[in-house]
């Protein structure tokens, strides 16, 4: 079996005890190994080193049996530390250059790489260094053929008489009959011309027409912008001759109303010597024949025309009668009772301004009002707070009564509102009465339904 050598990876120790195995048996095998090493080293400097330190390596060995000799006689006890020491510093430097071998080594593998990266590239710059080469040779013959043909140009240019022929002999397909084509571009030109001036002539007379037709048109717009000023301010008139007719209406109604309640009041005895007598007939004349109806009959018809529900006419004394109601809840049973809770609480009356903010300001917005319809709204209201505050300080005191819903109708503590059947059942108030009492001064408005035994007996 072949003896093991030493490798680049042992230790000095190891070196050192192969060798004391080896060279006893053959004192040539450490110089054989140090001039043909098993191990391949890159850099000769490196090897030489090794090479010295080995055989340093051998000679501390021979001395070391010398010395191990001595000792056996008892001397040489120093000389073996020195030479411990030695080994050891011997050791150290061969791994110190063992490691600069290695670094060395991975040094010279990277240039190798950078030299074969080089390489490619230059490969690359001669392969494109060629190419344009050969671009600038295809460009200088092109550039010599161009300057043939300029040149023949210039030639032929001095000689007109050369020109045509030498076009038609270098482009055949378009100057062989050079002359008959430009004839005809001729013509064609001055046919384009005609035609233009023709298309010009046209253009003119579309101008024309359009500048007329406009005049036309802006002379009836004219006309008609007249016309709508002239119908804006008929409308504008009637719209004034209706407003006064509503406010002869109004007197008319308003002196009705004053003389039926006078005639009323005749059959009342001697109530006219009461405090109260003048109130109850504004309050009768507010509630069914002035203020109250005017703005019922104003937000009904504004409302009629924003609410498809309301555009069915044949139902239109309900719809008025249910808004009359609305109203008559907000601006007058809502003052009587606040009035007379702060009357039991004997405190001050309410003022209009806060009540209509808690009262008038939700009912304006649920219904959407115009800003003319609130300020009417509110001009009504304020009368209707007025009549109300007058009759619950009055003595004796008066009272705002409503009809309890689904009673029948009784014409001696009701009255009925229009298009009512007298034999009905109350659906709702329309206007609370006045009770001063056990008497009614004013008999509530109700609104009254045909009696229906299924409905009603339920």
Same mark, same amino acid.
């Given at each position: 079996?072949?003896?093991?050598?030493?490798?680049?990876? %042992?230790?000095?120790?190891?070196?050192? =005890?192969?060798?004391?195995?080896?060279?006893?048996?053959?004192?040539?095998?450490?110089?054989? %190994?140090?001039?043909?090493?098993?191990?391949?080293?890159?850099?000769?400097?490196?090897?030489?080193?090794?090479?010295?330190?080995?055989?340093?390596?051998?000679?501390?060995?021979?001395? @070391?049996? !010398?010395?191990?000799?001595?000792?056996?006689? =008892?001397?040489?006890?120093?000389?073996?530390? $020195?030479?411990?020491?030695?080994?050891? *510093?011997?050791? /150290?430097?061969?791994?110190?250059?063992?490691?600069?071998?290695?670094?060395?080594?991975?040094?010279?593998?990277?240039?190798?790489?950078?030299?074969?990266?080089?390489?490619? /590239?230059?490969?690359?710059? $001669?392969?494109?260094?060629?190419? @344009?080469?050969? !671009?600038?040779?295809?460009?200088?013959?092109?550039?010599?053929?161009?300057?043939?043909?300029?040149?023949?140009?210039?030639?032929?240019?001095? @000689?007109?008489?050369?020109?045509?022929?030498?076009?038609?002999?270098?482009?055949?397909?378009?100057?062989?009959?050079?002359?008959?084509?430009?004839?005809?571009?001729?013509?064609?030109?001055?046919?384009?011309?005609?035609?233009? =001036?023709?298309?010009?002539?046209?253009?003119?007379?579309?101008? *024309?027409?359009?500048?007329?037709?406009?005049?036309?048109? $802006?002379?009836?717009?004219?006309?008609?912008?007249?016309?709508?000023?002239?119908?804006?301010?008929?409308k504008k008139r009637l719209d004034e001759e209706t407003g006064k007719l509503r406010e002869m209406d109004a007197q008319r109604t308003a002196e009705i109303a004053r003389l039926s309640a006078t005639k009323e009041a005749e059959s009342l005895g001697d109530y006219e010597k009461r405090e109260g007598y003048q109130v109850i007939i504004d309050y009768k004349a507010f509630c069914t024949q002035q203020s109250l109806d005017v703005i019922t009959e104003d937000v009904y018809d504004y409302l009629r025309q924003r609410k498809e529900e309301l555009k069915d006419g044949s139902r239109r004394d309900f719809f008025i009668a249910q808004t009359k109601t609305t109203l008559s809840k907000a601006f007058l049973m809502n003052v009587y009772k606040e009035q007379i809770r702060q009357l039991r609480k004997q405190q001050s009356l309410i003022e209009f301004d806060p009540f209509f903010e808690s009262y008038g300001k939700n009912l304006i917005s649920q219904m959407e009002l115009s800003e003319k319809l609130i300020e009417q709204l509110k001009k009504t209201a304020k009368k209707g707070f007025d009549l109300v505050n007058q009759l619950v300080q009055i003595t004796p005191t008066c009272h705002l009564v409503i009809a309890d819903n689904g009673d029948e109708f009784n014409s001696e503590e009701h009255e009925l509102a229009a298009g009512c059947p007298e034999d009905g059942i109350v659906e709702f108030t329309v206007v609370p009465g006045v009770l001063s009492g056990h008497r009614f001064l004013m008999k509530p408005i109700v609104y009254t339904v045909p009696y229906d035994p299924v409905r009603d007996k339920a």
């Open positions: 079996m072949e003896q093991m050598k030493p490798s680049t990876d %042992w230790s000095i120790t190891e070196i050192a =005890g192969w060798f004391e195995q080896n060279t006893e048996k053959n004192p040539s095998a450490a110089d054989e %190994w140090c001039y043909k090493p098993d191990c391949s080293l890159d850099i000769d400097e490196s090897i030489r080193m090794i090479q010295h330190l080995i055989e340093e390596s051998v000679k501390l060995r021979r001395n @070391k049996e !010398e010395v191990s000799s001595d000792r056996g006689r =008892g001397t040489g006890g120093k000389a073996q530390s $020195d030479l411990e020491a030695k080994l050891a *510093e011997q050791e /150290t430097q061969i791994a110190e250059l063992r490691q600069t071998e290695n670094t060395r080594s991975q040094q010279l593998s990277e240039k190798e790489v950078e030299i074969q990266q080089l390489r490619v /590239t230059v490969k690359t710059k $001669d392969s494109e260094l060629l190419k @344009k080469q050969t !671009e600038i040779a295809n460009l200088k013959k092109d550039l010599q053929s161009r300057q043939k043909t300029i040149d023949e140009l210039n030639e032929k240019l001095n @000689k007109p008489s050369s020109l045509w022929s030498w076009l038609a002999q270098k482009f055949p397909n378009f100057f062989s009959d050079g002359e008959a084509k430009i004839e005809k571009l001729e013509n064609e030109v001055k046919t384009s011309k005609v035609n233009i =001036g023709v298309l010009q002539q046209q253009v003119s007379k579309a101008n *024309e027409s359009a500048s007329y037709w406009k005049t036309q048109h $802006d002379s009836q717009v004219a006309k008609l912008q007249q016309e709508k000023k002239r119908w804006e301010d008929e």
